[in-house]
């Protein structure tokens, strides 16, 4: 059975950056042939895509957000990983990875979720 | 402001039937199939209820149904139950391959 977990820490300072690991059990990401996503949601709020990488590394990014995030892929230890540079208090969110549903497709759906991960952006 | 809008709030009694709607609002969403929705429960990560305009996941109702016309996709819970309380996204696709979510729908069972 696909898991998802997510791991980084709980609490960021402004304008650092933000380091976060999904670690994928249960299925390769290299034999899975899907793109595995990161998505978060601020207190409160709605859901963000923030991006996506297939396991070639081949990365879509959200606009509004690419200037400060990259992703990556560690296909040794099955897992990939996200950093968001020059946080700030609006970074502050919980933060789910995710695996869209269909082979080679960034614009599916995503049928594997992470149980998410509060991040709090504070001195 | 997503480029997907959803209505705010929806509710229905127990047995009726809702439909969330989620209008396509810019030009570069769209013209595809890659319609998803998501059901989120207050604390808990969403989970997948439809792909592909209409597909359900195995192991999620067949209370839940997809569809789209035109620019709107849409999302019907037959025989409301008061575990279908909660809140749903809708989700699609740029022409350049973003994804990007509506902003969200909290139904209420009354």
């Known amino acids: 059975q696909l898991q998802l977990q997510e791991s980084g820490p709980g609490r960021v300072k402004p304008s650092e950056t933000l380091s976060l690991t999904c670690t994928v059990s249960?299925?390769?990401?290299?034999?899975?042939?899907?793109?595995w996503g990161w998505i978060r949601q601020p207190p409160g709020r709605g859901l963000e895509w923030i991006g996506s990488?297939?396991?070639?590394?081949?990365?879509h990014y959200n606009p509004s957000l690419k200037s400060r995030v990259s992703t990556s892929v560690d296909t040794s230890k099955n897992l990939f990983s996200l950093k968001l540079n020059s946080v700030t208090a609006a970074d502050t969110a919980v933060y789910y990875c995710?695996?869209?549903?269909?082979?080679?497709?960034?614009?599916?759906?995503?049928?594997?979720w992470g149980q998410g991960t509060v991040v709090t952006v504070s001195s | 402001q997503s480029a997907l809008t959803q209505p705010a709030s929806v509710s229905g009694s127990p047995g009726q039937s809702i439909t969330i709607s989620c209008t396509e609002t810019?030009?570069?969403?769209?013209?595809?199939?890659?319609v998803s929705w998501y059901q989120q429960h207050p604390g808990k990560a969403p989970q997948l209820i439809i792909y592909?305009?209409?597909n359900r996941p195995s192991g999620v109702s067949y209370r839940f149904s997809g569809s789209k016309s035109g620019n709107t996709a849409s999302l019907t819970i037959s025989g409301l139950q008061a575990e279908d309380e909660a809140d749903y996204y809708c989700?699609?696709?740029?022409?350049?391959?973003?994804?990007?979510f509506g902003g969200g729908t909290k139904l209420t069972v009354l």
């Open positions: 995710a695996r869209h549903n269909t082979k080679w497709e960034v614009r599916a759906g995503f049928d594997i």
């Open positions: 249960g299925d390769y990401i290299s034999s899975s042939s899907c793109y």
């Open positions: 990488i297939y396991y070639t590394g081949t990365t």
């Open positions: 810019s030009s570069d969403v769209g013209g595809h199939n890659y």
């Open positions: 592909d305009v209409i």
């Open positions: 989700s699609s696709s740029t022409s350049s391959s973003t994804v990007i």
